[in-house]
């Protein structure tokens, strides 16, 4: 065979026979059409993992009242922060270690232990008989739930590189809408024994733990994801005994040496040195930038929550749990449909940096009109909260999913999983900021409802504009910048 027959053979992708990875790769090129049934397990799987993130935001008003922990009612927004971000801190502490273990030995256990895991600890917080319970509950149901940073490197990895960016957004839908659905199922079914007497009475499991029937619903649901995830097909590389190709590569080398054949030595040397992930700036500058957007989405989920029940009296809108759930109901569905019909098209169009700094440019007058919302009551008000509501969490989505891309493209997949480890860590550390200060802002600013300056609520979306405004200004460049190969 001569050099330039060699050359040709080694360009060809070599693929191993007992390589989960490879298996994939060879699907992907004899498959065409849009890949449905990768993209309904990616979705359904990171449901599961972001239903409970937020499902007790709803309740979490009335769950630290009925531990009678607060000694005033301005006092229960601080002791709901420290439950809210127990969850975030504990993710916060082991997401790169979730994030290596899937780069050593897959994404597929990884994300079945997540989902089981799910299973346990939410209904153990459901359960919840004091305010440490309950703190510890969510910290194990974070620290132990390494799901969400594999699963964003293996949406990257299932798909043809022409339905990447449609991969990564079926993530980012997924994670938008448990956000929504969860504190929607949160609002309709806590307290059940009050709202559907007829059904669970008082001395029933359902009566003495009135938040444990949300909880249960989305472990249930997450006990059958769990068995349908072992059928997920692995997609990381692991090549074993790959000494036949090493020996034609070496024949090749010499032949070219002999020839003076001068070809890419990054196309046939062995496996180069890992790059270091701190050094890439285009990862490091979307994780920063992911981040703050993280730390603002974070803290306006769960003010949002506690500004809808708290009375009016305080500047809220002294709504039920029920009223919560339908709200953030009709907000889920136009997420599911923009990010499915319409933000694909906008990524091809403008690029995902410009779409995440519009998104977040957005977002600012829209956060602005939420205190005089308060002011509005009957079908007026539930029309208008819907629209903003709706409007709000696309924009945000949008925003992640735009992230997303930037960071799985800003590395090879062997550092992947390490790569959305370091993300989730950060991110989380900022979320797990978002529900104690937003707690803590929420109970201080009722407690200022005369000030001249920013009164009451304005006060809290004033500093949630603050955050959004400083995530747009880090869209721009020198300091975001996009991998170039």
């Known amino acids: 065979m001569g050099v330039e027959e060699q050359k040709e053979a080694l360009l060809q992708k070599h693929y191993y026979e007992n390589c989960p990875g490879c298996k994939v790769e060879k699907l992907k090129e004899s498959r065409r059409g849009l890949p449905i049934r990768e993209l309904v397990s990616i979705w359904i799987v990171v449901l599961c993992s972001a239903l409970p993130i937020s499902s007790l935001y709803p309740f979490l008003y009335f769950m630290i009242r009925d531990f009678h922990i607060a000694t005033r009612e301005e006092d229960i927004g601080y002791y709901a922060g420290c439950v809210g971000c127990s969850f975030l801190f504990g993710r916060a502490l082991t997401s790169i270690f979730w994030g290596v273990v899937a ?9 079945i232990m997540g989902i089981i895991v799910v299973v346990i600890f939410n209904t153990l917080f459901g359960l919840s008989v004091n305010i440490w319970m309950a703190i510890t509950m969510r910290f194990l149901l974070g ?8 699963i964003k490197a293996y949406a990257n990895e299932i798909f043809r590189e022409e339905y990447q960016a449609l991969g990564v957004s079926a993530v980012s839908t997924a994670w938008g809408i448990g956000l929504i659905l969860g504190p929607a199922l949160g609002g309709y079914l806590a307290q059940p024994a009050e709202k559907f007497p007829s059904i669970f009475s008082q001395e029933s499991v359902f009566g003495k733990f009135p938040y444990f029937l949300p909880c249960l619903t989305i472990s249930v649901f997450a006990l059958v994801v769990s068995i349908a ?13 790959s000494s036949e190709l090493d020996e034609s590569r070496k024949d090749m080398e010499t032949a070219s040496l002999k020839s003076g054949v001068k070809c890419k030595t990054q196309e ?6 890992k790059k270091s992930l701190i050094r890439n700036w285009p990862l490091m500058s979307a994780i920063m930038t992911y981040c703050v957007f993280s730390l603002h989405d974070m803290a306006y989920s769960e003010i949002f929550s506690l500004w809808a029940v708290s009375p009016r009296r305080l500047g809220g809108l002294s709504y039920t749990t029920e009223d919560v759930g339908t709200v953030l109901s ?13 933000y694909p098209y906008l990524d091809r169009l403008l690029g995902p940096v410009l779409v995440a700094r519009i998104c977040g440019i957005l977002s600012i007058p829209l956060l602005s009109s939420y205190p005089f919302i308060a002011m509005l009551t009957g079908i007026s008000l539930s029309i208008v909260l819907n629209c903003a509501s709706v409007a709000k969490n696309v924009l945000s989505v949008s925003v992640f999913t735009s992230l997303f891309l930037l960071q799985n493209k800003a590395v090879d997949q062997d550092q992947r999983g390490a790569a959305n480890g370091i993300a989730m860590t950060a991110m989380s550390l900022f979320k797990a900021v978002g529900p104690a200060g937003g707690g ?16 009451g ?11 959004e405004a400083i995530g747009v200004l880090m869209t721009f460049k020198p300091f975001l910048v996009e991998r170039r190969d």
């Open 103 to 111: 780069d050593h030995y897959g994404r597929k256990p990884v994300i």
């Open 143 to 150: 620290s132990l739930n390494g799901l969400l940073g594999p």
């Open 229 to 241: 995830s072992c059928w997920l097909p692995e997609t990381l590389h692991m090549h074993h005994g």
């Open 268 to 273: 046939f040397e062995g496996k180069a040195p």
């Open 330 to 342: 009709i907000s889920g569905a136009g997420l599911l449909v923009f990010q499915t019909c319409l």
């Open 440 to 455: 803590a802002i929420f109970s201080w600013a009722q407690k200022r409802q005369d000030a001249a300056f920013l009164p």
């Open 457 to 467: 609520d304005q006060m809290v979306f004033f500093i949630l504009n603050v955050v």
